[in-house]
């Protein structure tokens, strides 16, 4: 072969390398994705055979991610498929999930049947990762967007890194993980397609497939109530978090809640009820003042819904960051009415009421969330200036 035959197919084949990692990488949710895998501080291999895929609006990883085994990392919740039986238990010693891959059914411990199914691709076994999560609640799924890929990382308490210190540290492994896959799939005819799933496909009202994900980016504010710890909560399990916003004048009565959610690593904000901003201006420096006593915690945020444009804007130059919602939950009877008023051009900043009937609306909230692929980003000063 001659040196210029040589140079052609290597350019060939770099054009080929480059061209399936634009497909790939593509931000409207399709089938080209890349999904990188991550279990606690553990950066998985990410192979054709194992990578994570959305059927029906439902996350499947593969099970080896909660495989002691393969992961090398106890998460409490184990997965051990039985080649003989065709069946994957999933476990957390206690209770428990028998997925049968034959019959395409599963049912807890007891024989009980469950709604949940576990999807064959390629003899790999997934399984739908946020439903054991709420299944078993010592686990939680979070999706990070990485400038390699959408990563998918499965964690318990003992995880030490919250996502975005993880991608940080973790850049150069998701970097070689993504490009180890890109030419993996580059030599290969192609990825395979499903070979079983646990459902159709809901169609579009012509027969079409229906429309790729929103993938909508949400910043998430919770007006402190009486099912706030809860929500606090749900958020946690998943870990994500969101501004929390306490009233100024109450303050001492919620010390506990402050310190709990501060620790936890929520934005701690103040609701200030001002109507002027020189009244804001005094609200805001003696809630300060008590926070620092409550929590020793800074706070930076504040939100100021009585107040003109103008009064935001002294509020701004006295150094703090405002929130000002665009979407709140009381306009909304239901979460998916919500979802459908997000613009996935922008961050929307969505503000829920942690009263009564709260923790069910953020729960489906969040379920729609993850049907339509979005994410949800915590509201921090440096993210609303």
């Not at 709604?115 to 399984?127: E, H, L």
């Not at 993980?177 to 499903?194: C, D, F, H, V």
């Not at 402050?258 to 020189?278: K, M, N, P, S």
């Amino acid at each position: 072969m001659k040196a210029w035959e040589k140079i052609t197919l290597a350019c060939l084949a770099l054009c080929a390398v480059l061209l399936t990692g634009v497909l790939l990488l593509r931000a409207d949710g399709s089938a080209g994705t890349v999904y990188l895998m991550a279990v606690n501080e553990k950066v998985l291999d990410t192979t054709v055979e194992n990578m994570p895929a959305v059927m029906g609006g439902v996350l499947y990883v593969p099970y080896t991610m909660l495989s002691v085994r393969d992961s090398g990392i106890n998460l409490g919740v184990s997965a051990l498929y039985s080649t003989t039986r065709r069946t994957l238990l999933v476990s957390n010693g206690q209770s428990g999930v028998v997925f049968d891959t034959q019959t395409n059914t599963a049912q807890d411990l007891q024989g009980s049947p469950v709604t949940a199914r576990a999807m064959v691709r390629n003899s790999m076994i997934f399984v739908p990762i946020d439903w054991l999560c709420s299944y078993f609640g010592t686990i939680s799924c979070s999706r990070v967007r990485t400038p390699y890929g959408t990563l998918i990382r499965v964690t318990n308490g003992a995880a030490v890194l919250r996502d975005p210190d993880f991608v940080d540290a973790a850049s150069g492994q998701l970097e070689e993980k993504q490009r180890n896959y890109l030419a993996s799939i580059a030599s290969s005819p192609g990825t395979p397609a499903p070979t079983s799933s646990p459902g159709p496909i809901n169609p579009g009202p012509s027969g079409e497939p229906s429309a790729p994900p929103l993938q909508a980016e949400v910043l998430l504010a919770l007006r402190w109530g009486e099912q706030g710890a809860e929500m606090a909560a749900q958020l946690e399990a998943r870990g994500e978090r969101a501004l929390i916003l306490f009233s100024w004048d109450s303050l001492r009565e919620q010390d506990n809640a402050i310190r709990r959610v501060a620790a936890a690593g929520h934005t701690v904000g103040l609701l200030l009820t001002g109507e002027t901003a020189e009244d804001c201006l005094a609200q805001g420096l003696e809630g300060r003042r008590q926070l620092a006593e409550i929590a020793r915690c800074p706070v930076l945020v504040a939100s100021a819904p009585a107040l003109d444009d103008e009064g935001r804007s002294i509020l701004s130059q006295e150094g703090w960051a405002l929130w000002t919602p665009e979407l709140s939950g009381e306009r909304f009877r239901t979460a998916a009415a919500l979802i459908g008023a997000l613009d996935p051009r922008q961050p929307n900043r969505v503000e829920l009421d942690c009263g009564p009937g709260g923790e069910a609306f953020l729960r489906g909230l969040l379920a729609a969330l993850d049907r339509e692929d979005c994410q949800v980003r915590q509201a921090t000063a440096p993210a609303l200036s």
